[in-house]
């Protein structure tokens, strides 16, 4: 992700004060009264209508389109596409495009990911059609002059440069190269000073050209916006892209397992990674592994792991596991740091963790916090502002979890049996895990 990325494309103080709540937040049992939009053109977007305020948000994906399209020996191309597509397009150039979106109050900023490459926006009402037509000519028209795209590679290589001694990082790296070895998954997203250099803006130009297009777009809209308006905005924004995209294919990944990886690092902790396999996000078991995962260790300071490693042995700071459900592939990780002298007795703990939750699984009581918790914690998380909802839009269309999705869920977490959450445990836990530390060589 680029630097901008990080910062929500905000272009000033004045800017990031306009775009706060929405007059809505939708509780654990509050409906959101979600739409399905289709412009004439064929474009479909789904839509909350809010007009507490006179905002709109708009988030929006091109699937498939994230840094596993990047040609081999071009890494970290998607990713620097994303930090120019704000610096000048048609026949306004970087400074003068930039100081548009401050005059208008206008938030625009876009990202990749391994699958995905992403864009966030916001207007206010007053100003909407020309913040429309800005956010029109940035996917259609950029202009990737040399001195934008150099200063942003720039960014992006110094960020590169200082991660070679973050040992958190550096563990991140070989964690991934390890458990994803030969994959696009196995590789950085922001890509490495060498290939960055070799990115041309006729590289940029043609990923854009052969990616951004109507069959792998999913809009999210959140705001003072009527449908009819919205079908208008659909075409004004995204209807002179092609109709198709041109994705190159991209194969199956399954994690390497029973793997045992010491990088020798002279720094004052180990980091530990360890990799399991996970669970598709389409799979049926979908909830009982998360509801697993959060009690083993997704759950912050209520999980296992936390209780094992920080609060009884004073190991770590923290400790925490999460499922990564991504289009090709899953895994489901576990992470911590420790002193270096410590840090077998660490991975002894993990280990004893992972088979006592595959052999017995969760009590009732630990069920039940889990589905209290992530029942509860959906609504602050994903639905409290413009943004977030917005977001939460385009992720359901991406899972193609159909537009109720919001107001089911309860009932799918509600639906887990502990026997489901055992299966699931069993399933993912009972094999040979893969190791990675970070880390003094062990003397």
Avoid at 79 to 95: M, Q, R, V
Avoid at 217 to 223: E, N, P, T
Wanted: proline content about 4%; hydrophobic content about 40%; cysteine-free.
């Amino acid at each position: 992700m680029t630097m901008k990325a990080l910062s929500f494309g905000f272009k000033s103080l004045a800017a990031a004060a306009s775009f706060g709540l929405l007059g809505f937040a939708a509780g654990p049992a509050e409906a959101v009264d979600i739409q399905e939009v289709t412009s004439p053109g064929g474009i479909k977007a789904l839509l909350v209508e809010d007009h507490s305020n006179p905002l709109i948000a708009v988030n929006f994906a091109f699937k498939g389109g994230g840094s596993t399209q990047d040609p081999d020996g071009k890494e970290g191309l998607s990713n620097l596409l994303t930090g120019l597509l704000d610096e000048g397009a048609g026949d306004i150039k970087s400074a003068d495009f930039q100081a548009k979106l401050d005059d208008l109050g206008v938030s625009m900023s876009f990202e990749t990911g391994y699958d995905n490459l992403t864009g966030s926006f916001r207007t206010i009402t007053d100003f909407e059609d020309e913040a429309f037509d800005l956010l029109h000519l940035a996917l259609t028209e950029p202009r990737f002059d040399e001195e934008p795209v150099n200063r942003i590679r720039g960014q992006i290589v110094t960020g590169i440069l200082a991660d070679r001694n973050d040992p958190e990082k550096i563990a991140s790296k070989v964690f991934r190269e390890t458990v994803f070895a030969g994959h696009p998954y196995s590789r950085p997203d922001e890509g490495a000073a060498e290939s960055l250099a070799a990115i041309t803006a006729d590289d940029l130009e043609q990923f854009r050209a052969r990616v951004f297009a109507k069959d792998d777009l999913v809009v999210g809209v959140v705001g003072d916006i009527t449908p009819e308006a919205l079908k208008k905005r659909l075409d004004q924004v995204f209807g002179s892209l092609p109709e198709k995209a041109d994705l190159k294919t991209v194969p199956m990944a399954e994690p390497v397992l029973g793997k045992t990886v010491n990088f020798d690092l002279a720094v004052p902790q180990t980091n530990i990674r360890v990799a399991m396999p996970g669970v598709m996000r389409s799979d049926d078991d979908f909830f009982a592994a998360y509801l697993m995962n959060h009690i083993l260790g997704g759950g912050s300071f209520t999980s296992r792991l936390y209780e094992e490693i920080r609060e009884k042995r004073g190991l770590a700071y923290g400790a925490y596991s999460y499922l990564a459900s991504y289009d090709h592939g899953a895994l489901l990780g576990i992470g911590t740091a420790t002193r270096a002298d410590a840090a077998p007795q660490t991975v002894g703990i993990i280990r004893e963790e992972l088979q006592r939750m595959a052999e017995e699984g969760p009590s009732e009581q630990e069920l039940e916090k889990a589905k209290a918790y992530l029942k509860g914690s959906y609504a602050v998380r994903n639905l409290d502002s413009s943004l977030a909802v917005a977001q939460t839009l385009v992720g359901i269309q991406l899972d193609d979890l159909g537009k109720d999705y919001i107001d089911e869920r309860q009932a799918l977490i509600d639906a887990v049996t502990l026997d489901d959450v055992k299966a699931a445990a069993k399933k993912l836990l009972d094999v040979s895990p893969t190791v990675v530390t970070v880390g003094p060589a062990a003397s």
